[in-house]
């Protein structure tokens, strides 16, 4: 239910300024929340992924403050998104322990709260920054290249296979 | 511990990844703005993951109980790693073993601490059980990694059946030389007043009946029976039973066999157990208390084995059957095998009795006309079939699970008497 109420939330963000492409995007977020629902049901995070990406693609209907508003949109994406896993994963759990779910509460916070602090560092960094060029694309793609690289390494260090002979996690 | 990106994480990344390629590739930072959260979080995820260095200890409050009853499985998860962890667990167990709470429990585990967990295990039927060791499933607070396992010991579980107190038993033909409490056909020390006789050279003085000498004029003296004990052999079918939710044929079977090896037993006979089906496992007769504990524990591994091979009398090892025995078949009377072995038994001249555990709680009628007509030709069949084995001299004694097993006996004792049954020998 949660999940739901932060994706109407999210929808009321876009929809009152969506403009001409306003039944386009109602129709994205029936869709969307359909695929919650789904996913939900099917306890398969897919089609939540999917709902996420149709709502990103809809954030685009609304016609100003999007720089400014997309932090806060992003954050709001991720706490749908992990609402809805975590109404997943808890399926098969019977009981749940209060300073479990808290700190795993607290601990996703914190985390989708740097995730929208770096977002907002990044979108004041592009409005500071004159009009586009090959040299702020290219170091936009550097920037992500990078953050996509260190995220492999740490993966590939926890979880190295121990047939490659390397140290285990 | 297996660790492994959950099922999230991809999704976390290609959202991520999307969105920066189509910020850059559209000139719409926006897009890559809203997928920087995602690749923050999968980022931290990641670097707060790491094997978590969990131990478990299951301790049940007893290892023995009756079917019915309940245990309480306390299981204590240790935390040795240097952070504290999410875990949510969830103790193995075999199919007859139902766990209260049923699904995982979660807890937080603090670095060098312990999380209690407690379970109400109940067996929904009799028979050794396994407990552990407990699967755990840890992961980094975010959800972006996991790590499964298991720790912990394996436990065994022994239900006993419940038995029923029998006041009647079969009464054997012949007896050993064993000091007992069945009234022997052979003459001797005893109690059992058998007969009047004239006293014969070697007869003892305390034997002299005065008064019938004295009617008489000559001296007489009186014979009685010996109590003598008895060998009873439980020959379980497991070749075949018959099931449904509520239960089985074999689970009525051993709870007969446990009270029939349990009255015999007190009697001071010898008892012992075939487990005669597509698997052989016997235990040679024997007496007293450990002997029940044995035929117990020999009963809980008791299963239906599927299989073809046709089994006959010859591949029972003699010494399972002493002569004289007195065989008591527990079976449903469903496979063809285990009704040729008690044919086969009572024609070489073995005393046979046949608990019958009547198999028509367990079998519905289907819904349509033919079914119900095949219904009541398959209980013609069996009715047939037990009255062939009565005229063998078998005495068969049918009972269903919801009833007393002494009234069942106390017909077959009937039987055996008016039936006049003879051994050869």
């Known amino acids: 239910m949660a999940a739901f109420a932060v994706l109407g939330a999210l929808a009321a963000l876009v929809l009152p300024n969506a403009g001409p492409t306003s039944e386009l995007a109602w129709l994205a977020v029936g869709v969307a929340a359909l695929l919650v629902a789904v996913g939900i049901v099917a306890a398969s995070p897919a089609p939540v992924h999917a709902a996420v990406a149709v709502l990103g693609v809809i954030f685009l209907a609304r016609h100003d403050l999007r720089l400014l508003l997309a932090p806060l949109y992003g954050a709001g994406l991720l706490v749908m998104e992990d609402l809805a896993i975590q109404t997943i994963e808890l399926r098969g759990v019977e009981r749940i322990a209060l300073d479990a779910i808290g700190a795993r509460t607290a601990a996703r916070l914190t985390a989708v709260a740097a995730g929208a602090g770096v977002s907002a560092v990044a979108a004041l960094a592009v409005t500071a920054a004159p009009g586009r060029s090959v040299a702020l694309t290219a170091l936009g793609g550097i920037a992500a290249v990078a953050a996509f690289a260190g995220i492999a390494y740490l993966a590939r260090r926890r979880y190295r296979d121990p047939s490659d002979g390397g140290p285990t996690a | 511990m297996n660790g492994s990106l959950s099922a999230r994480t991809p999704g976390l990344l290609a959202l991520a990844a999307a969105g920066a390629v189509a910020g850059l590739a559209t000139g719409r930072p926006e897009l890559a703005l809203l997928a920087a959260p995602f690749l923050v979080f999968a980022g931290a995820g990641l670097m707060r993951s790491g094997e978590p260095h969990l131990s478990a200890e299951i301790e049940l409050d007893r290892t023995r109980l009756l079917e019915g009853e309940a245990v309480t499985a306390t299981v204590r998860l240790r935390n040795d790693g240097t952070s504290a962890v999410g875990v949510a667990l969830a103790p193995a167990r075999t199919r007859q073993l139902v766990l209260e709470p049923s699904g995982t429990v979660a807890v937080r585990v603090a670095p060098g601490a312990e999380a209690e967990v407690r379970f109400l295990v109940r067996p929904r039927r009799w028979g050794a059980h396994a407990l552990g060791p407990v699967v755990v499933r840890a992961g980094d607070p975010l959800g972006v990694t996991t790590w499964e396992g298991r720790v912990g010991p394996r436990l065994d579980l022994r239900a006993f059946p419940r038995e029923q107190r029998l006041r009647e038993l079969v009464a054997p033909l012949r007896t050993q030389p064993f000091l007992g409490t069945h009234v022997a056909r052979a003459r001797g020390d005893g109690i059992e007043f058998a007969d009047v006789r004239p006293f014969r050279v070697g007869d003892r003085v305390r034997q002299v009946n005065w008064r019938a000498t004295a009617r008489r004029g000559a001296l007489q003296v009186t014979d009685r029976h010996p109590e003598h004990s ?47 089906g597509g698997t052989l496992h016997w235990l040679e007769p024997a007496f007293g208390t450990t002997q029940l504990y044995r035929i117990i524990d020999a009963l809980l591994a008791s299963g239906i084995a599927f299989s073809y091979a046709w089994r006959d009398v010859d591949s029972i090892p003699r010494r399972v059957l002493p002569s004289g025995a007195l065989v008591l078949a527990i079976t449903p009377l469903l496979d063809e095998r285990s009704t040729a072995l008690v044919i086969d038994l009572r024609r070489r001249g073995c005393d046979l009795t046949v608990v019958e555990v009547s198999p028509l709680d367990h079998v519905a009628p289907g819904p349509s006309a033919a079914n119900a007509v095949a219904y009541r030709l398959w209980r013609l069949q069996r009715e047939a079939l037990r009255a062939r084995l009565q005229a063998l001299g078998i005495g068969v004694a049918v009972w269903d699970d919801g009833a007393s097993l002494g009234p069942a006996l106390e017909g077959v004792n009937a039987f055996r008497r008016s039936a006049r049954l003879a051994l050869p020998g």
């Open chain 2, 230 to 276: 008895s060998d009873v052999v439980l020959l379980i079918d497991t070749f075949e039973e018959a099931r449904d939710d509520g239960g089985g044929t074999l689970d009525s079977a051993v709870r007969a066999a446990a009270a029939l090896a349990r009255g015999h037993l007190s009697r001071r006979d010898r008892v012992g157990v075939v487990d005669f």
